[in-house]
């Protein structure tokens, strides 16, 4: 037994670290596989009665299938779960930032007032008949109000903060301060608003993928190819910020600077998939903490599994929102939800349990 204690006293470090790297690849490798494996589902199946069979050939040889399929496949279906896709990264790396900035593993996309914003933006379009942008085409003046209102909610907030010089704690009280104030504004569109103006700022509200197209798909990859390699090469960075905090200034590191543009990162993320979907929470509160469990707090692991993760909860909930009612597709909000719900509170609770 001494014997053993010593040959493992003795061993090398690195081999240790190389171990550790090997693990969380080889986790990061069997996610990515589970997500491809999601994907390729969420194309093969919707509302329709197109067979499997037929939806992989419309996929491998489009050609040698009937318009109607082609249509289906590649106009319908796809634009969905690429943006489900999307919009799992976007949102998932959106809450990681935030937990960050705020230093709060509570905290997501919608801390901020981004949600409440987004949807008032959204009423002003649906109840009132108001935009922004009255130069757009009809079917982007939600989308484009939605967008402006959350972004600029949380460039306020952020820009407020920074110049007040006001602590993280006061951001968050800020930052819920907004959310009442949008929600009751969102609050009385809903009141004022008729039969099917409500219905169709509630559905929207419930988040959907359904009318997804392909430029909204063009747009929010944009934004998310940008920034992901950004926040990347900021990796060695954004891991000392969330093991030191401001003590992270002694590595050189400019802490006000680095909180303020990760903030505008996740809020342009957020903003963008928020004003696309509509409200979708617990991806952004779910994905980074399973993604600190499986691969720790090296930010050059954890932010790609935050990515994966978010991606996979999507497309699984996009999944489940076509296949738990047949003929009828749920808004992807609801699912979310109710597969996040209780996931966080396992995580919760598993954690106190675990201290004791």
């Not at 004003?275 to 779910?286: K, Q, S, Y």
């Not at 978010?310 to 992807?332: D, E, F």
């Amino acid at each position: 037994m001494n014997d053993v204690s010593q040959t493992l006293g003795h061993v090398p470090s690195y081999h240790v670290y190389k171990s550790n790297v090997r693990r969380k690849v080889v986790l990061l490798a069997g996610c990515f596989v589970l997500t491809l494996i999601a994907i390729a589902v969420d194309l093969l199946s919707g509302s329709g009665t197109l067979p499997w069979s037929q939806a992989f050939e419309a996929l491998v040889h489009p050609e040698r299938v009937s318009r109607m399929v082609q249509v289906v496949m590649w106009d319908l279906r796809m634009p969905v779960t690429i943006t489900a896709v999307i919009s799992g990264i976007g949102l998932a790396l959106a809450g990681l930032l935030m937990q960050t900035v705020l230093d709060n593993p509570l905290a997501e996309p919608f801390t901020l007032g981004i949600s409440s914003a987004a949807g008032f933006g959204a009423a002003l379009v649906i109840v009132f008949q108001t935009t922004l942008f009255s130069f757009l085409p009809v079917d982007y003046l939600l989308t484009a109000n939605a967008f402006v209102f959350s972004l600029a909610t949380v460039l306020f907030i952020g820009i407020f903060s920074a110049r007040k010089g006001l602590s993280v704690e006061m951001i968050v009280m800020l930052g819920i301060a907004v959310h009442f104030v949008f929600s009751a504004l969102l609050g009385l569109a809903q009141y004022v608003a008729d039969v099917d103006q409500l219905q169709s700022l509630v559905f929207w509200l419930m988040g959907s993928l359904q009318k997804s197209t392909w430029t909204q798909v063009g747009i929010n990859t944009t934004i998310t190819v940008i920034i992901v390699p950004i926040l990347l090469f900021l990796s060695w960075q954004i891991s000392a910020l969330r093991g030191f905090g401001e003590q992270a200034q002694v590595l050189g590191i400019s802490v006000a600077r680095l909180r303020m543009l990760l903030l505008v990162f996740a809020a342009l993320l957020a903003s963008a998939i928020t004003a696309t979907i509509g409200v979708v929470g617990f991806i952004g509160l779910v994905a980074p903490h399973v993604a600190r469990m499986l691969v720790g707090e090296d930010q050059r692991f954890t932010q790609l599994m935050t990515m994966i993760i978010g991606a996979l909860i999507m497309t699984v909930s996009s999944i489940i929102s076509k296949l738990l009612i047949p003929g009828v597709i749920l808004p992807i909000g609801m699912v979310t939800s109710l597969l996040g719900v209780p996931f966080f509170v396992w995580l919760v609770f598993g954690r106190s349990m675990g201290r004791r």
